[in-house]
Each structure stands twice: as C-alpha cells, then as structure tokens.
C-alpha cells in the first residue's frame, strides 16, 4: 500500500495579526485538521506558518487563516508550494 499523497504549503499572512491569538488558533485548527507544520510570528508584523498534510486538509487550513480568529483583520494571504518534508506534529514558534 502506497504512502498517502502529502503536500506542503508556506503561507504569509498580512493584517491585525498578532496579540489576537492567531497562532493558537492556528495551531488548533491544524490538529482538527490533521495537519502537521508551525506557526510563528514575525518581526515585520507577519505570521508565516508552513501546513503539511493530505491536500484536502491543507486547503482547508489556507482557507482558514484567510479569517483567522475572531479578533484578527487578515488583509492578505501570501501562499506557496514548498516540498513536503515529512514533518509531524503542529508547534508554535
């Protein structure tokens, strides 16, 4: 039996994105997800974040952090193909 297709996914996001949780709620939406990766927050005033998992899952979690949590304004989404690594667990940084 063949090994479950993974695919990897940088993301970049822009806006009112850090002190409202986004990290944390990133890190639980990609263990509902199933998701493995990190998420951290960047000098700049970023959060980049790389998911790693079955494609229907990292699609899932792209699309989430385009809202984000409740109190966060997400103005963009940077989002690029990167190669899985095998990666697993979710962890914030």
Known sequence: MSEPQRI???V??????????FRDATRREAVDAGVDGW????????????FEGPPDAVQRLVEW?????????VESVDVTPAEPSGTHGFRVG
Do not use: C, K, S
């Open 39 to 50: 998420v951290r927050n960047e000098y700049d005033g970023t959060v980049h974040a790389l």
């Open 8 to 10: 990897a996914r940088r």
């Open 12 to 21: 970049v996001v822009h806006g009112l994105v850090q002190g409202v949780f």
């Open 65 to 73: 952090v385009r809202e984000g949590p409740r109190n966060a304004i």
